[in-house]
């Protein structure tokens, strides 16, 4: 399939409309914070094998979930809220080493690996305040929860973990009834490691997607979100 490849020395990205049927546009460059960010404002999401090189992809569809049209069942949430608490953005790196604890399965090395290089730029994007997890704990303990980077209106979801049933439910309600309260547009949900049973997502066709991207960025930057 054909790909373009990136200098690590220059951060840029080809056009997502070049991408493959599948998806991928280009291999290679780094996880830095700055191509990081121009990634999310392309349209562009990484994609990391732990014995592969770095993959970046923009398929076509893209699956979001629409915030704005998005009916939350509060009688769900408070019979989950019953069982779990509920916290935002307290234990951002307890959330990653919670996913790399679940995906990281040695004999495996599936693609849903959590590498540190990873793990250290998403720290970098929460300390700059771009990054946002919520925590999902049951007697004290941390049982799931989820990872995403905010750019203007726009939340870019990473990881949905779970260790017990129902919490990894419960992070992503609470995630969208923040995003509804801060008026944000969509959730990206890049990768089937945010799919989950019963919520309903849309299909956006790429040129949609990346086309809102781009307005957002020219919007809003860089600018921190008030989360």
């Given at each position: 399939?054909?790909?373009?490849?990136?200098?690590?020395?220059?951060?840029?990205?080809?056009?997502?409309?070049?991408?493959?049927?599948?998806?991928?546009?280009?291999?290679?460059?780094?996880?830095?914070?700055?191509?990081?960010?121009?990634?999310?404002?392309?349209?562009?999401?990484?994609?990391?094998?732990?014995?592969?090189?770095?993959?970046?992809?923009?398929?076509?569809?893209?699956?979001?979930?629409?915030?704005?049209?998005?009916?939350?069942?509060?009688?769900?949430?408070?019979?989950?809220?019953?069982?779990?608490?509920?916290?935002?953005?307290?234990?951002?790196?307890?959330?990653?080493?919670?996913?790399?604890?679940?995906?990281?399965?040695?004999?495996?090395?599936?693609?849903?690996?959590?590498?540190?290089?990873?793990?250290?730029?998403?720290?970098?994007?929460?300390k700059r305040g771009f990054a946002h997890s919520v925590e999902v704990r049951k007697a004290d303990q941390l049982v799931?929860?989820?990872?995403?980077?905010?750019?203007?209106?726009?939340?870019?979801?990473?990881?949905?973990?779970?260790?017990?049933?129902?919490?990894?439910?419960?992070?992503?309600?609470?995630?969208?009834?923040?995003?509804k309260d801060k008026e944000f547009e969509l959730m990206d949900m890049q990768k089937e490691t945010l799919f989950f049973?019963?919520?309903?997502?849309?299909?956006?066709?790429?040129?949609?997607?990346?086309?809102?991207?781009?307005?957002?960025?020219?919007?809003?930057?860089?600018?921190i979100v008030d989360f």
């Open positions: 399939m054909p790909y373009f490849e990136l200098s690590k020395e220059k951060i840029t990205f080809p056009p997502a409309y070049f991408a493959a049927i599948d998806g991928l546009i280009a291999v290679g460059g780094d996880m830095s914070v700055e191509r990081m960010q121009l990634a999310y404002n392309s349209g562009i999401y990484y994609w990391h094998h732990p014995l592969k090189r770095i993959q970046w992809w923009s398929p076509d569809p893209r699956i979001v979930l629409m915030i704005d049209s998005f009916v939350l069942s509060e009688k769900r949430m408070t019979l989950l809220n019953e069982e779990f608490k509920v916290s935002i953005n307290t234990s951002f790196e307890s959330v990653l080493r919670l996913c790399q604890q679940v995906n990281n399965i040695d004999d495996e090395m599936g693609p849903e690996w959590l590498s540190e290089r990873a793990v250290r730029t998403f720290l970098e994007l929460h799931g929860g989820l990872f995403g980077v905010a750019i203007g209106k726009l939340f870019f979801g990473e990881y949905l973990v779970s260790i017990v049933d129902s919490a990894d439910e419960l992070a992503l309600l609470h995630l969208v009834k923040r995003l049973e019963g919520i309903d997502y849309n299909e956006l066709a790429r040129i949609d997607f990346v086309a809102r991207c781009k307005e957002n960025a020219e919007k809003h930057g860089n600018v």
